[in-house]
Each structure stands twice: as structure tokens, then as C-alpha cells.
């Protein structure tokens, strides 16, 4: 089982810039496919990026391509979220995830789940 953690949430002007960090529990960590979604209100939960165990493979939805990396340190535990650039439309309950697939960027084949930080993105 894992127990994830987020942090790094918070309010900034567009153009601004934060950094989405989530610590897990336990020692099987890099063997987790690891997954950002976020939630925007009365929205469905989107998926924003993910990245395979061993940190080879990444994918980005198409709305944070060029602005959003993904990033893990498996040594640490902890996978990283960079967002540039940041718009309005990025404001949302950002969440991480585990999945013990090999690979998904799909919601629902993530096991375990953060409980949210809230990034708010001011015009």
C-alpha cells in the first residue's frame, strides 16, 4: 500500500510559476507508475501528466504540453509536478497518484490517491 502526500499548492498570477511536490509512503515506491490529475470546479477529473516507474516515459495532456514537466525521484520517494506559464483555466485541486500497472495515464487504473492541494491561478 502506498500513502501519498501532496504539497506546493497555492495562489499565483498568470505567468507565475509553482512546483507540485508528493511524498510517498513505503518502500515499493518505484515500482509505481505515478500520475497528476486535477479537478477543477464542476469539472471531471482530468488527467495532467504521468510517468513509468523508472521515470523513462512520460506523458502530458495536451493543454500543459511545453508548460508542465513531470518528474520523480524515486530515491526520495517523492514525484515532482513543474508548472510554467501557468494560466487561469490551470486553477483546479491538483491530485497525485499510484498505479502498480507498468504504465497508464488513465484515472480510473490508479489504485492510490492524494488527498488534493489547490493551485489558484489570478488574471
Known amino acids: 500500500q502506498v500513502q501519498l502526500v501532496e504539497s506546493g499548492g497555492g495562489l499565483v498570477q498568470a505567468g507565475g510559476s509553482l512546483r507540485l511536490s508528493c511524498a510517498a509512503s513505503g518502500r515499493t515506491f518505484s515500482s509505481y507508475a505515478m500520475g497528476w490529475f486535477r479537478q477543477a470546479q464542476g469539472k471531471e477529473r482530468e488527467t495532467v501528466a504521468a510517468i513509468t516507474s523508472g521515470g523513462g516515459i512520460t506523458y502530458y495532456a495536451d493543454s500543459v504540453k511545453g508548460r508542465f514537466t513531470i518528474s520523480r525521484d524515486n530515491a526520495k520517494n517523492t514525484v515532482y509536478l513543474q508548472m510554467d506559464s501557468l494560466k487561469p483555466e490551470d486553477t483546479a485541486v491538483y491530485y497525485c497518484?499510484?498505479?502498480?500497472?507498468?504504465?497508464?495515464?488513465?484515472?480510473?487504473?490508479?489504485?492510490?490517491w492524494g488527498q488534493g492541494t489547490q493551485v489558484t491561478v489570478s488574471s
Open positions: 497518484a499510484a498505479t502498480s500497472r507498468t504504465w497508464s495515464w488513465k484515472s480510473y487504473e490508479y489504485d492510490y
